[in-house]
């Protein structure tokens, strides 16, 4: 009978993804409602030092494969090892993130495991004993409840939507050899371009402040940069700005751009097309600054404000710069 | 050089979603169905490879007869035959039976590299991949944004988290594609009336022997949550207004 519920955390150089210690309290929760134990599965090299901290996030074992052919990640090297300790434990649960690396590794695990998984939720829970998992579908113009009917019940996990809550338990580091095949290891990573901006990606941010067709510009977005800059936010825009070309590709939120769920987005000159709001609906709290008052942006905003955004931004950045000195 | 697109059609991304009173899924009148997104990027970096090494690209798709319409869309635009997988207990199916089947067509043919998009703007699952790529026992590189292919192996750059890797793979592989990889072409007029004559061969579930399970399966469409009506921020001066707003965001929602 499978038994437990299980994450796989994720690092980078050596240090944890915050999703990482999100997983860990989800999982815990789930645990705790079902009497059984958390475990989680980390692979890298030279992790096994860390491994430990996962404790303090309600995990109980930590099984730890380290090797050189582990770092860095590669779908390749970390599916074989997930795959060989989750089929030797046979968990009733298994989390990943939605992050780039979760995503891909968690895909290759439906195909390796031959079970089923549920992409991206933002509420997963214990229903007759089983994960009943929630997750946005067509962008989240509508939502799905997901049941699995083979082992382990898969779910990957939106970063930025499930609270980190430190809940401390053993956290006892089980060492397991990954055992692979150097001749199955096919891909390999030539190059790391780092971004060196220092802003975090759009699907971790905190905090967004993007700009539509009303930045009239590609220079319309100096006043946003400036804004960003004082809670160190990340600026994002919608599909009209990219397509025009005035932003960058990896900046677009909604359906055909990135999924976002910062604590504040900012929509500044976006009228809201139906494919820009599905990509940003999950945010906690939502501004809308438009000069049209019939903007679609203004059904899903907390607050908003009817005015010129060239007027209402430089003010309300020189605002939030006297709050937070 | 044997290429492979895998195409799915969905509902085009301006389409107004809404689910059925009884919660088995989205009620499909008015919907306007085109190629993914993602998959039409697929499609045209496979021509664009074709055009540089030669070779032949075949279109397969799973859906009900309308999805015909998607794989003649992918031939005029070049693409040279098509599969299309189309069989009723496909509706429904998760992530592990579509790259069942799609697995099982794909193996009695030349593949050499395999296209799918990154996800389907349907059901978002960004899995089907992934999961072919391993039930076909080949490496995989997802949600690439260029692609070069020389001396046997392809070079793809994949955005992560604040960086962008380089990653290098032999062929036989399978790669996702993300939106930047490409701007995908028109179908010209010649094009689509050479495509009316291009093969496509339709196959249902028992051709391919494989049956449709479900490991993972939606039991239940909801809409999505509902918001509470906002405050609008009145008044005539936009620097007040801008005051206002930054207290409200510091004191009552707590978030700056």
Same mark, same amino acid.
């Given at each position: 009978?499978?038994?437990g ?17 999100e ?6 929760k789930l ?8 475990c ?5 090299s030279?992790?096994?030092g860390?491994?430990g901290?996962l ?5 109980d074992?930590?099984? =730890?494969a380290?090797? #050189?052919a +582990?770092e860095?990640?590669?779908?390749d090297?970390?599916?074989?090892? /997930?795959? @060989?300790i ?5 968990p009733?649960?298994l989390l ?6 979760g995503?891909d ?11 089923g998984?549920?992409?991206d ?9 089983k ?8 962008a ?7 049941v ?9 996990l939106?970063p930025?939507?499930f ?7 053993a956290?006892a580091v =089980?060492?397991?050899? #990954?055992? +692979?095949d150097?001749?199955?290891l096919?891909?390999?990573?030539l190059? /790391?371009? @780092?971004?060196t901006s220092?802003k975090?990606?759009l699907?971790?941010?905190n905090i967004?402040?993007s700009?539509?067709?009303?930045m009239?510009?590609?220079?319309g977005?100096?006043?946003l940069?400036?804004?960003a800059?004082?809670?160190?936010a990340?600026?994002g825009?919608?599909r009209?700005?990219v ?7 990896s900046d677009?939120v ?6 976002v ?7 500044c ?6 494919q820009?709001?599905?990509g940003?609906?999950?945010s906690k709290?939502i501004?809308?600054?438009?000069k049209?008052?019939e903007?679609p942006?203004f059904?899903?905003a907390?607050?908003?404000i009817?005015?010129?955004l060239?007027?209402?931004?430089p003010?309300f950045t020189?605002?939030c710069?006297k709050?937070?000195? | 050089?044997?290429?492979v ?5 969905v ?6 979603i809404?689910v059925?009173?009884?919660g088995?899924g ?9 190629m993914?997104t993602?998959?039409?990027f697929?499609v045209?970096?496979?021509?664009r490879?074709k055009?540089k090494?030669?070779?032949e690209v075949t279109?397969?798709?799973?859906g ?5 319409e998607t794989?003649r ?6 693409a040279d035959k098509g599969?299309h997988i189309?069989?009723p207990?496909f509706?429904?199916?998760?992530a ?5 089947a799609l697995a099982a067509?794909?193996?009695g043919?030349?593949h050499?590299?395999i296209f799918?998009?990154q996800?389907?703007i349907d059901?978002?699952s960004g899995?089907?991949?992934?999961v ?5 026992g ?7 944004t260029?692609?070069e292919?020389?001396g046997?192996?392809?070079?793809a ?8 890797l ?5 062929l ?7 939106k930047?990889?490409n701007e995908?072409r028109?179908?010209?007029?010649p094009?689509?009336m050479k495509?009316?004559r291009?093969?496509?061969d339709?196959?249902d ?5 494989v049956?449709?399970t ?6 239940k469409?909801?809409?999505?949550p509902a918001?509470?009506?906002?405050k ?12 206002e ?8 929602a707590?978030?700056?």
């Amino acid at each position: 009978m499978a038994k437990g519920v299980w994450i796989v955390a994720e690092q980078r150089d050596g240090a944890f993804r915050k999703i990482s210690f999100e997983l860990a309290s989800t999982a815990r929760k789930l645990a705790d409602v079902l009497g059984e134990e958390v475990c989680a599965v980390l692979c890298g090299s030279g992790v096994e030092g860390i491994a430990g901290q996962l404790g303090k996030y309600g995990v109980d074992k930590v099984f =730890v494969a380290d090797a #050189p052919a +582990l770092e860095p990640y590669t779908t390749d090297a970390h599916a074989a090892a /997930v795959a @060989k300790i989750v089929k030797e434990n046979d968990p009733a649960i298994l989390l990943l993130g939605a992050s780039t690396q979760g995503k891909d590794l968690s895909a290759r695990l439906v195909g390796k495991l031959a079970t089923g998984l549920a992409t991206d939720c933002t509420d997963v829970k214990i229903a007759d004993g089983k994960l009943l998992a929630i997750r946005p579908m067509y962008a989240g113009k509508c939502f799905g409840e997901v049941v699995f009917s083979t082992f382990p019940q898969m779910a990957s996990l939106r970063p930025n939507v499930f609270p980190a809550v430190e809940n401390a338990k053993a956290g006892a580091v =089980v060492k397991f050899d #990954p055992a +692979l095949d150097a001749g199955l290891l096919k891909t390999k990573v030539l190059e /790391v371009q @780092k971004d060196t901006s220092g802003k975090a990606d759009l699907t971790e941010a905190n905090i967004i402040v993007s700009g539509g067709r009303g930045m009239k510009g590609p220079e319309g977005y100096a006043i946003l940069e400036e804004l960003a800059a004082v809670f160190g936010a990340t600026v994002g825009a919608s599909r009209a700005a990219v397509d025009a070309g005035w932003r960058p590709q990896s900046d677009q939120v909604g359906q055909t751009g990135k999924i976002v769920s910062p604590n504040l987005y900012i929509a500044c000159g976006i009228s809201g097309a139906i494919q820009h709001l599905a990509g940003m609906s999950s945010s906690k709290i939502i501004v809308a600054i438009n000069k049209d008052a019939e903007a679609p942006i203004f059904t899903k905003a907390d607050y908003g404000i009817v005015d010129d955004l060239f007027k209402v931004v430089p003010e309300f950045t020189k605002e939030c710069k006297k709050l937070l000195a | 050089m044997n290429i492979v697109a895998c195409v799915k059609q969905v509902p085009d991304t301006e389409a107004q979603i809404k689910v059925k009173p009884d919660g088995s899924g989205i009620e499909e009148g008015g919907i306007k169905w085109v190629m993914n997104t993602y998959d039409e990027f697929g499609v045209e970096e496979a021509l664009r490879l074709k055009e540089k090494n030669g070779g032949e690209v075949t279109i397969v798709t799973i859906g009900p007869a309308r999805a015909m319409e998607t794989i003649r869309t992918a031939l005029a635009m070049g693409a040279d035959k098509g599969i299309h997988i189309c069989d009723p207990a496909f509706d429904g199916a998760d992530a592990y039976a579509t790259a069942s089947a799609l697995a099982a067509a794909i193996k009695g043919i030349p593949h050499d590299i395999i296209f799918c998009g990154q996800r389907a703007i349907d059901d978002d699952s960004g899995q089907v991949g992934a999961v072919l790529a391993e039930l076909l026992g080949i490496p995989q590189v997802t949600v690439i944004t260029k692609l070069e292919f020389a001396g046997g192996a392809i070079k793809a750059i994949r955005p992560i988290e604040g960086a962008q890797l380089l990653i290098e793979c032999p062929l036989p592989c399978l790669v996702t594609a993300q939106k930047g990889l490409n701007e995908p072409r028109y179908a010209s007029l010649p094009g689509i009336m050479k495509a009316k004559r291009k093969p496509v061969d339709v196959k249902d579930l028992a051709a391919l022997g494989v049956t449709v399970t479900a490991n993972a399966k939606v039991a239940k469409f909801i809409p999505p949550p509902a918001r509470a009506a906002g405050k609008i921020i009145c008044g005539d001066d936009p620097a007040m207004k801008a005051r206002e707003l930054a207290r409200l965001l510091r004191e009552e929602a707590k978030v700056i």
